[in-house]
Every structure is written in C-alpha cells, then in structure tokens.
C-alpha cells in the first residue's frame, strides 16, 4: 500500500463513519421523543418514572443481541450513557413545566 | 386515558425504544468494524493513532447535524462514549497483537 493509498482509504472509512454518526444521531433523536412520549403518559397517570426493572430489560435486549466486535460490557456503557442522558431531558422538561406552573 | 390503555401505549413505545436500540447497537457494530479497518492501514502506514483533529471533526459532524430533541451537550457525551469504548477496543486489540508477536 502507497502513503497516496492509504490516504485515500482513510478518507473512505473517515466518511463511511461520519454516515453511521448521522444514522446514529438520527435514533438517538428518535428514542428521545419515545421517551418524552412515556414520560408525558407516566406523568398524567401518576405512574412512577423511575423503573428500575425496565432499565435492566433495555440492557439485557442490547447485549443478549449483541454479535460483536464491540464487547457486550462496551455496548453496556454506552447505553447507560444514552439512558441518563434521556433521563436529564426528561428532568428538566419536568422542572420546567413545574415552574411554568408557579407562574 | 385509562389506566389499560395507558398500560398498552406505554407498552408499545417500550417496544419502540427496544427496536431503536437494537438499530443503534447495529450502527455501534459497523462503526466498530471501520475504527478497526482504519486502526489497521494506521499501523501499517506507521502512522498517528491518535488525532485529535479528527475527534473534533466527529463531534462537529453530529452536534453540527443535531436537530434535537436531545440537546447537543448529551449527543457530544454520547458520542464520546462511543469513541472511548472504540479506542479502547483498538487499543487492546494492539495489546494482544504485541503480546502474540513476542511467542
């Protein structure tokens, strides 16, 4: 392989990453508003928000279809990355519909 | 709403969000299999492993591209978990490597 080959192959694979980021985005985005759709039903039934069980079962589907390379502890990780930060948007839509309420 | 439907609405977005999930652990994997790809013509080019540039052109990309819900402060957390969990995939695939080349 030249270095002018090796170039162009990173170039290759820099933008086939930059494409999965955006499709990644893209649900991210999408399970955001999934989210936001439970919580809004939780909140006009009183229902508790916090359920622990149901975080397990989001664990248990990620790294039980989990065929690899990424490890299953990886894939773990960076679920509950995306679970707290789900959990934050869903705190401060809280915290502002509360104070909107004060008003 | 009553509380069965409520229950049955809920229990269809949970199915959502377990859909999403398992397309996002998809992307992961692809994602995992091209940091690879790069990872190898890195080393064989003996070239940087590490560069910083480009982590801020991945971040770029998706806060950039971020039409939300999910604020772009949490889709850049998110993101550098992801490219954390990969650079440590890399780094213990070069481990292994090292150690199989002294045998």
């Given at each position: 392989?030249?270095?002018?080959q090796a170039l162009e192959q990173l170039g290759r694979?820099?933008?086939?990453?930059?494409?999965?980021?955006?499709q990644i985005?893209?649900?991210?985005?999408?399970?955001?508003?999934?989210?936001?759709?439970i919580g809004q039903i939780k909140r006009t039934m009183n229902?508790?928000?916090y359920e622990p069980k149901r975080?397990?079962?989001v664990f248990r589907n990620v790294t039980g279809n989990n065929r690899g390379p990424l490890p299953a502890a990886a894939v773990r990780r960076v679920f509950e990355r995306i679970i707290d930060e789900m959990r934050t948007v869903q705190r401060?839509?809280?915290e502002r519909q509360e104070a909107g309420q004060k008003d």
């Open positions: 392989m030249t270095p002018d694979h820099r933008q086939r990453i930059d494409e999965i980021d955006l985005l893209d649900l991210l985005n999408q399970r955001t508003v999934v989210v936001e759709s229902m508790a928000i975080e397990d079962d401060e839509r809280m």
